[in-house]
């Protein structure tokens, strides 16, 4: 039975890479928690659940817990830099007869019964500062060589005492830490990696070396100590409400002596540097730091110091002296966090992506996702004769599939093929009902295949009491094909990583969009597949930032949503968290990539098929070239005499516009036939808005 399940873990972790790289990153045997992320919860709140969440998917050694111990003793030396470093030199577990687990479990007894502690003493020893660096002294003793223990409690029970000091009244020498398995085990995982990532990014990026004043403190070794001060106080549960002052405080421990002056009436006030300001002085760039700064008039200023002025009016003004060197601290300080908050946000990522590919995956086995049997022959042919199997290694069409509407899906789809980037790894295209999925399109990463219902908006959504949900799709279900097509471009356009959403360029449109959809949150549904966490899933947010991207280049389609679904102010909500600086963003992000930004251009087109009566006129080839000319004829006409969007505006030279109005009547009537009534033409015009035409 063992190697049964380890065979299927082993399966897993081919079939889903994402779980392999959690458990080279932490340790974890397996993936089935995941981590739960409110609006309200900050760094600190975010650190201690994906800690929680790395605990819960491990099974755990005494090994594991005494490295941990290690760790944290190691981590904690940082929180202050006037001492030296006292290295671990063993950790050992007590038995439950030791005297001294017994004192330890008798003085906590009265704090909360459900803890049940494992006792773990250790010894260290002084050594000397690592390259002139002086972390902080172990916290427990101020000689060479140390003794201490750790109450570990096993039941999570510990709450708010975790990685906090105590001793006895009677021998205030006699000194041990409590925690809770859960945070020791999830947050030594966590440092370890962040501290491994961030000592990787550095070398490689060196995104620190912002200025000429950095010197010598610009090194590995420094920010690494800074890192681990940082990451002691986000693991310490004392400093929950506090812990972004302490966090600076760690880094920069001489805040006391930056302060700012206020001005009022004539008379100064000496106030103490809060927050906020430190928050935005630790945010500027060198440049930037130079911009809002100037030099400070004082004659003994031998060190530079410079005059930051937060603002004046005719009866207050606000100003802070400024060193570069506290500047620096501070740069640091923020790029530290800002640089975890970062990290945190791919680990969610991975966990989401992860999750939301097994989902589509076991979806995916369920007999509407197979190939039928039974497909009747004039289908088949189709099948087998269509000009999308140059773009696709196989078409399949459900018997249910309106011929008629493929058609006009056929027309549309090969001249945007065209157009769209095309990866080596061709995909399945299915089209067919996606049964009770309540949705318009899937796309399946493991099999490549890229699924799209042709269904009416009623019948797909007839589960969903939503009137927004009917306008989601056209007249039919395939205007969701660009939003699954955006899919697969992000597993397949680099094979070199697993998908694009994930990619470090993509992941702060991720976080900014995260944060805008928990803003809204009372707009989504609390749970069920189109819940919060859906739309937060990197690939999703990928899928619907190409659909704006492509949308606002130009593209006005049947195989994409209405101009007014992706509108900010009045569109579906989960378009509208695509805020301006967000879309601001993805624009910036898509025209990074050669393969995105081509399609500035030449996707501003109306590759709109003509329809009579909610059903496609059946055209030869060469007619249906023709009868596409003819349309933008009309459209132009229109367009001559009404309001144009900026991108019309901007690609319709007015040549375009001069055309003979009878003319192009009589020739979109001779391309329609002889017919016993009038036939009504829908025509898509910019903004969501319809026109209908009667020739």
């Known amino acids: 039975m063992t190697d049964k399940i380890k065979d299927s873990q082993n399966t897993d972790e081919v079939k889903y890479p994402l779980i392999s790289m959690l458990k080279d990153k932490y340790g974890i045997s397996s993936v089935s928690k995941s ?43 940082a929180l202050n830099d006037d001492a030296d470093y006292y290295n671990v030199q063993y950790v050992k577990e007590l038995s439950d007869d030791d005297p001294n687990v017994k004192t330890i479990r008798s003085a906590m007894r009265s704090s909360n019964k459900k803890q049940d502690f494992k006792i773990f003493s250790f010894m260290a020893k002084k050594e000397n500062p690592v390259n002139g660096i002086k972390p902080s002294p172990n916290p427990f003793v101020d000689n060479s060589i140390c003794k201490g223990f750790f109450a ?123 927050l906020s300001i430190l928050e935005t002085i630790g945010g500027w760039s060198y440049q930037d730091f130079m911009r809002y700064t100037e030099p400070s008039e004082s004659d003994d200023d031998n060190d530079q110091s410079r005059i930051y002025r937060m603002f004046d009016d005719v009866s207050m003004s606000m100003s802070t002296r400024i060193l570069p060197f506290q500047w620096l ?68 069409l459900d018997n249910d599939v309106d011929l008629n509407l493929f058609n006009s899906f056929e ?127 990197p690939t999703e947010v990928f899928a619907r930032s190409f659909e704006i991207f492509v949308k606002y280049i130009g593209l006005r389609s049947n195989l994409i949503g209405v101009k007014d679904e992706y509108d900010f102010s009045s569109g579906s909500v989960e378009y509208r968290c695509f805020t301006p600086e967000i879309r601001e963003m993805l624009f910036s992000y898509f025209n990074s990539i050669d ?22 006129l059946n055209e030869s080839d060469n007619d249906n070239n023709n009868a596409e000319s003819d349309l933008q004829n009309v459209e132009n006409l229109m367009l001559a005499g009404s309001h144009k969007s900026d991108l019309q505006e901007k690609d319709k030279s007015e040549s375009e516009l001069n055309l003979d109005s009878e003319n192009t009547d009589q020739s979109m009537k001779s391309k329609l036939g002889d017919v016993n009534e009038p036939v009504l033409v829908e025509h898509k015009v910019n903004s969501g808005l319809t026109e209908y035409l009667l020739f």
């Not at 699954?484 to 994930?502: C, K, P, R, T, V």
């Open 595 to 616: 393969s995105f930004s081509r399609l500035n251009g030449k996707l501003n087109v109306d590759l709109t098929v003509l329809m009579k009566k909610d059903n496609l």
């Open 329 to 396: 601290l501070l740069r640091f300080a923020y790029q530290l966090l800002k640089y975890i908050e970062d990290y945190l946000q791919q680990t969610y990522s991975i966990v989401k992506l992860q999750k939301y590919e097994r989902e589509v995956d076991h979806q995916s086995r369920t007999p509407v996702f197979l190939e039928k049997k039974n497909i009747n022959e004039t289908t088949r042919q189709i099948m087998k004769s269509t000009k999308l199997n140059s773009f696709f290694s196989s078409v399949e």
């Open 152 to 274: 570990i409690d096993m039941n999570n029970a510990s709450g708010t005492m975790h990685n906090t000091s105590y001793c006895l009244r009677s021998d205030r020498n006699f000194k041990w830490i409590v925690g809770n398995a859960n945070r020791m085990l999830g947050y030594n995982k966590l440092a370890v990696d962040i501290t491994k990532s961030f000592t990787e990014d550095f070398l490689t990026t060196d995104s620190f070396a912002e200025s000429p004043t950095m010197g010598s403190q610009n090194s590995v070794v420094s920010l690494s100590m800074y890192l681990h001060a940082v990451l002691q106080v986000l693991s310490t549960a004392r400093y929950k409400k506090h812990w972004k002052w302490m966090a600076y405080r760690c880094i920069y421990h001489k805040l006391d002596e930056m302060e700012t002056t206020v001005e009022r009436n004539g008379s100064s006030i000496e106030v103490s540097t809060n």
């Open 411 to 537: 027309s549309e789809a090969m001249r945007l093929m065209e157009l769209l980037p095309k990866p080596d790894h061709k995909a399945v295209l299915r089209l067919r009902k996606l049964g009770n999925f309540r949705a318009s399109g899937l796309f399946v990463p493991f099999t490549n295949t890229l699924i799209v219902d042709f269904r009416t908006p009623d019948q797909i959504y007839s589960a969903v009491k939503n009137d927004l949900s009917f306008h989601r799709v056209g007249k039919a279900g395939y205007s969701s094909f660009v939003h699954e097509y955006g899919h697969y471009l992000d597993y397949n356009l680099d094979q070199n990583i697993h998908a694009l959403s994930m990619s470090k360029q993509f992941s702060s449109i991720v976080r900014s969009y995260r944060n805008e959809v928990m803003n809204h949150a009372d707009d989504f549904p609390k749970s069920g597949k189109y819940s919060i966490d859906y739309f937060c899933t």
């Open 35 to 77: 981590i739960k992320i409110s609006a309200k919860d900050d760094l600190y709140d975010i650190y201690r659940k994906t800690a929680d969440f790395i605990w819960k998917n491990g099974t755990w050694s005494v090994d594991d817990y005494k490295q941990a111990i290690k760790d944290q003793l190691s981590y904690a030396t």
